[in-house]
């Protein structure tokens, strides 16, 4: 049974990773990302409120999302379900509320995997990204789309997302810089703190986080 957050810069690759990860150790990727979308695709109370912040690159209020959390976690719990969380917590009161929760259910976080990118790069794969309208796969292409191109996935249809305009994206950066990149130490202290190298083609970083994690597991 593994409970992971996946931590990293917007781009860094956290949702390429879930998708191969979860597969790997039977887990359940929760995506904060691609549940707000969803939310906004449904035109829902909580997707009206988020869509104001997402399509500006800003995090959307703590209480919003430490209420979502709750309820996921503790069903995931009752199911002995292996979980990975991809773009949750976010910032300090988001990782607080979730010790405190996994605390209060009586379980502990395997770790927090960093996905180390640089800052460049980050810029370089969210500026070409497409993603999938179906199942929220991605596909990178740095000298544009092909007409014809579908998810390589489900077959679905590819589009860009509003938060991945060049603007929005520099937004992004600076919100993690300043309330996400914080988190690191904050795991660090607690000894609950793995980091991976983020470059190189998407197989070659799951190698590494394979290897990563089975020595942290074992340990
Ligand atoms: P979210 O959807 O989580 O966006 P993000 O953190 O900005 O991360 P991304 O999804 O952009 O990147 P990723 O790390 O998943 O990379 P990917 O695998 O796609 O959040 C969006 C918004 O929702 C936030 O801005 C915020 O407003 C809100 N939100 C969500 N959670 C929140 C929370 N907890 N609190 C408050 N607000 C919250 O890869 C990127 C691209 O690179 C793809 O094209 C991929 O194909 C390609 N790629 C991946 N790996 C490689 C590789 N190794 N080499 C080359 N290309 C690669
Ligand atoms: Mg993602």
Same mark, same amino acid.
């Given at each position: 049974?593994?409970?992971?957050?996946?931590?990293?810069?917007?781009?860094?690759?956290?949702?390429?990773?879930?998708?191969?990860?979860?597969?790997?150790?039977?887990?359940?990727?929760?995506?904060?990302?691609?549940? +707000?979308?969803?939310?906004?695709?449904?035109?829902?109370? +909580?997707g009206?409120?988020?869509?104001? =912040?997402?399509d500006?690159g800003?995090?959307?209020?703590?209480?919003?999302?430490?209420?979502?959390?709750?309820?996921?976690?503790q069903? =995931?719990?009752?199911r002995?379900?292996?979980?990975? +969380?991809?773009?949750?917590?976010?910032?300090?009161?988001?990782?607080?509320?979730?010790?405190?929760?996994?605390?209060?259910q009586g379980?502990?976080?395997?770790?927090?995997?960093?996905?180390?990118?640089?800052?460049s790069? +980050?810029?370089?794969?969210?500026?070409?990204?497409?993603t999938?309208?179906?199942?929220?796969?991605?596909?990178?292409?740095?000298?544009?789309?092909?007409?014809?191109?579908?998810?390589?996935?489900?077959?679905?249809?590819?589009?860009?997302?509003?938060?991945?305009?060049?603007?929005?994206?520099?937004?992004?950066?600076?919100?993690?810089?300043?309330?996400?990149?914080p988190?690191?130490?904050? =795991?660090?202290?607690k000894g609950?703190?793995t980091?991976?190298?983020?470059?190189?083609?998407?197989?070659?970083?799951?190698?590494?986080?394979?290897?990563?994690?089975?020595?942290?597991?074992?340990?």
């Open positions: 049974m593994i409970r992971l957050v996946l931590l990293g810069g917007p781009g860094s690759g956290k949702g390429t990773q879930a998708d191969r990860m979860k597969e790997r150790y039977r887990a359940v990727k929760i995506s904060t990302g691609d549940l +707000l979308r969803e939310e906004i695709r449904r035109e829902s109370e +909580l009206r409120r988020a869509k104001q =912040f997402m500006k800003e995090l959307v209020p703590d209480d919003v999302m430490i209420g979502i959390l709750d309820k996921m976690t069903a =995931f719990e009752t002995a379900q292996s979980y990975i +969380l991809d773009g949750f917590p976010r910032t300090l009161p988001q990782a607080q509320a979730l010790l405190e929760m996994l605390k209060k379980v502990n976080l395997t770790t927090a995997l960093l996905i180390d990118v640089p800052e790069e +980050l810029v370089r794969r969210l500026s070409s990204r497409w999938c309208r179906n199942c929220s796969a991605t596909a990178g292409y740095p000298d544009g789309k092909p007409d014809q191109a579908v998810c390589g996935q489900c077959g679905g249809e590819l589009y860009q997302r509003d938060d991945d305009k060049k603007e929005t994206i520099l937004n992004r950066m600076k919100v993690y810089r300043k309330n996400t990149e988190l690191i130490r904050f =795991f660090e202290e609950l703190l980091r991976v190298e983020g470059f190189g083609d998407p197989d070659s970083v799951a190698m590494r986080i394979h290897e990563t994690l089975e020595r942290t597991l074992k340990s």
